[in-house]
T-cell receptor
């Protein structure tokens, strides 16, 4: 089955700096790659996703890149703010019945 | 629009007791899932239901059973709770098609003593 590796497990940045979280996947058939943000004590919520026919996607301060050849994808957050502090999960799916495999999560701390 | 609703939010069980976690979604989604979240382990899939009438094992199914009662409801049952099942449980749903965002419930924090 699919295996998704995510790193780093923890990341501290100064407010205003950029943060990058990287993930690799094993199943070359995976074609959908969402990123979820989970604030402390809350439910995970989708913040951005990318499909295999796209190399990069941006939404304001957040961007995701995908390298299908290398089977890795990354989340980039620019101009970080304290409210970006949360745990971020990457995931990969082969589509169809939507069985999604998650990474272990990255705890991002933005220091004011 | 409530989205995905889980009950209960908190539960303490004694070893060997049984309980059922309830989940309902009002988004007419085809697929529903149960995950457990443990520190340093991310979200691990317990069981999923691709569509009404079907269920399949995920990554960590041992000690659990599920029922897809209808399109809206997907329950998770612990027949004989063990301390290793102490975790936060999340139910989720998605439409099962190309638009594949998964929507999560608020979670159930379960402690088995």
């Amino acid at each position: 089955g699919e295996n998704v590796e995510q790193h780093p497990s923890t990341l501290s940045v100064q407010e205003g700096d950029s943060a990058v979280i990287k993930c690799t996947y094993s199943d070359s058939a995976s074609n959908y790659f969402p990123w979820y943000k989970q604030e402390l004590g809350k439910r995970p919520q989708l913040i951005i996703d990318i499909r295999s026919n796209v190399g990069e996607k941006k939404d304001q301060r957040i961007a995701v890149t995908l390298n299908k050849t290398a089977k890795h994808f990354s989340l980039h957050i620019t101009e970080t703010q304290p409210e970006d502090s949360a745990v971020y999960f990457c995931a990969a799916s082969t589509g169809g019945y939507q069985k999604v495999t998650f990474g272990i999560g990255t705890k991002l701390q933005v220091i004011p | 629009n409530a989205g995905v609703t889980q009950t209960p939010k908190f539960q303490v069980l004694k070893t060997g007791q049984s309980m059922t976690l309830q989940c309902a979604q009002d988004m007419n989604h085809n697929s529903m899932y149960w995950y457990r979240q443990d520190p340093g382990m991310g979200l691990r899939l317990i069981y999923y239901s691709a569509s009404e009438g079907t269920t399949d094992k995920g990554e960590v199914p041992n000690g659990y059973n599920v029922s897809r009662l209808n399109k809206r409801e997907f329950s998770l049952r612990l027949e004989s709770a063990a301390p290793s099942q102490t975790s936060v449980y999340f139910c989720a749903s998605s439409d099962g098609n190309w638009n594949t965002e998964a929507f999560f419930g608020q979670g159930t924090r379960l402690t088995v003593v």
